[in-house]
């Protein structure tokens, strides 16, 4: 059985052969094995990702220009629009919706065929807005650990305290001495006779002193700073109710501070601070991922800068 088998098998490729060998015949096999190669290659390249298709995918409810409207974002829409369970809108309301999102959809890549993104200043902002939201993406969405956050409380524990307050006296020559030694000498003895308890009345009228109007009343610390200067409040923090300072020469004259009530800043403990620390310490790291992120553009850009303002 095996023998016939294989002498039939024999004859059939025997008869094959001689089929072929015909001019004609070949050409025929020849062509339909281009024909089919065709077929083959045609169905590759109109399937193949990124080529023109005609039918829209599943995950998207539209095509434009090949660009997808998604379902998720017309499920979105439908929702956002009539607030209204997707089952219970009617297929009006959705071909209307359809409508809306492939009008914009027309209307974004007309405005990119015109290169508005690189002269519409709202356009440039939304572009630079939505690049860094890309870019901290991946630090808003990862939660700082709370060795992550205690690190960051204890390396800024000054920022987490209670605002502190001051109430004080700021005085001033209201006709300065004629030299400046005569000046820090008179400011001296007025000092002096403050700190022996002198009323402060008394002394102002004695020895000419006014308030300076640099602060009113109680203030806040950050108030007092800005209102004062940074050399006076460096003082004035670290005075006592009732302490009065040696003469101190700023840029408008000379000063003495009398302090009348000093309620420093009292410091939060971690737990008290936690949700400010995670807040802070997570727009630290934005800050810096988006720092990081423009010095890497700016390495690989070709950047020309008029000599002027370089």
């Known amino acids: 059985m095996t023998g016939l088998s294989a002498s039939r098998l024999r004859a059939a490729i025997a ?13 025929a096999i020849f062509a339909a094995g281009a024909i089919i190669g065709l077929a083959a290659a045609g169905v590759s390249l109109f399937t193949a990702k990124g080529a023109a298709v005609r039918v829209v995918p599943p995950e998207d409810v539209a095509l434009v220009n090949q660009r997808p409207i998604l379902l998720s974002d017309f499920n979105a829409q439908l929702q956002a629009q009539y607030a209204t369970p997707l089952d219970q809108i009617s297929p009006a309301e959705r071909r209307a919706t359809l409508n809306d999102m492939i009008r914009e959809e027309l209307f974004v890549q007309r405005g990119l065929e015109l290169d508005m993104p690189a002269s519409d200043p709202d356009v440039r902002s939304a572009l630079v807005a939505a690049v860094e939201q890309q870019v901290a993406a991946n630090v808003t969405a990862r939660k700082l650990s709370e060795a992550d956050l205690r690190t960051w409380y204890e390396a800024h524990k000054d920022s987490y305290a209670s605002e502190g307050t001051l109430a004080l006296h700021d005085l001033v020559f209201a006709r300065p001495p004629a030299s400046p030694p005569q000046a820090l000498s008179a400011a001296r003895a007025a000092g002096a006779a403050l700190t022996a308890g002198r009323p402060l009345a008394a002394v102002m009228a004695a020895f000419g002193l006014r308030e300076s109007g640099r602060v009113n009343g109680e203030e806040f610390y950050f108030a007092a700073r800005i209102h004062l200067g940074e050399r006076l409040f460096g003082v004035a923090r670290t005075l006592i109710d009732g302490a009065v300072t040696p003469p101190l020469q700023d840029a408008d004259g000379v000063h003495i501070l009398v302090m009348i009530h000093n309620a420093p800043p009292v410091p939060q403990a971690f737990d008290d601070a936690e949700a ?31 000599p002027g303002l370089r």
């Open 276 to 306: 400010r620390v995670e807040l802070d310490a997570a727009k630290a790291t934005r800050d810096h991922v988006a720092a990081a992120e423009l010095a890497y553009l700016k390495d690989k850009a070709d950047i020309l800068i008029t």
């Open 15 to 27: 008869d094959l052969a001689a089929w072929s060998a015909h001019p004609t015949r070949s050409l």
